[in-house]
């Protein structure tokens, strides 16, 4: 049982540059979400979703995008790297979304340079 | 405008030494108040779910209370395996966002 899965761990894009930061869960999970953490401001909701065809901005959304094909996969893309996005990335999942806890990934650290 | 603090910023105890973590949240109509554990380098780990006021949940030397206002997680006679950042989040009524606090972050000296 693997939980949650991202890829890559590491990172480095130049400034304008467009990547895909992947997340898979084997729990069977509705709901999916992207954080990035950055020093002194905690986690903060990018985006979010609480079933496949079904997506919503968080708190930081500018600049990414997402989709949920199907349950299991739900990649974050970034447009148009800039080093404001430099951040650690981290993947949840919940069972409902609701009062859940969550199982997260083991992030993916990214530098725009 | 939902909004989690976590105080202290840092704390660093004494092999043994308890003492408490605060965080202090406004919400819409609380849904559930959530503590995570994070080890460096690595994603936030699940420790309790905590609903209504008066409720208390106990995890080894954990102890996570909740009131109207704030909860506290209490660490009884740490040991050095308990240092990590605790993290604390909530969940508003009728939101699917989770709202989480910067983290305190604890270091315990053997």
């Known amino acids: 049982n693997a939980g949650v899965t991202q890829t890559p761990k590491f990172q480095v894009l130049k400034t304008g540059q467009s990547m895909t930061l992947q997340c898979a869960q084997d729990?069977?999970?509705?709901?999916m979400s992207w954080y990035r953490q950055d020093p002194g401001m905690g986690l903060r909701l990018i985006h979010y979703?609480?079933?496949?065809?079904?997506?919503d901005q968080g708190e930081v959304p500018n600049g990414y995008n997402v989709s949920r094909s199907t349950t299991e996969d739900f990649p974050l893309r970034l447009l148009s790297a800039a080093p404001s996005q430099t951040s650690v990335y981290f993947c949840?999942?919940?069972?409902?979304?609701?009062?859940?806890?969550?199982?997260f990934g083991q992030g993916t650290r990214l530098t725009v340079v | 405008e939902d909004q989690v603090t976590q105080s202290p910023e840092a704390l660093r105890l004494q092999e043994g030494e308890s003492s408490s973590l605060n965080c202090s949240y406004t919400?819409?109509?609380?849904?559930?108040l959530f503590w995570y554990r994070q080890d460096p380098g690595k994603g936030p780990e699940f420790l309790f779910t905590?609903?209504?006021a008066g409720e208390e949940k106990e995890k080894e030397r954990l102890k996570a209370t909740l009131t109207k206002k704030e909860s506290f997680l209490h660490i009884t006679a740490p040991k050095p395996e308990d240092s990590a950042t605790y993290l604390c989040?909530?969940?508003?009524?009728?939101?699917?966002?989770?709202?989480f606090g910067t983290g305190t972050r604890l270091k315990v000296l053997a």
């Open positions: 949840a999942s919940t069972l409902t979304g609701e009062e859940t806890e969550a199982f």
């Open positions: 729990m069977n999970h509705e709901y």
């Open positions: 979703s609480v079933g496949a065809g079904i997506t």
């Open positions: 919400v819409s109509g609380l849904r559930g």
């Open positions: 905590l609903y209504s």
């Open positions: 989040a909530v969940q508003g009524a009728g939101t699917y966002k989770y709202i």
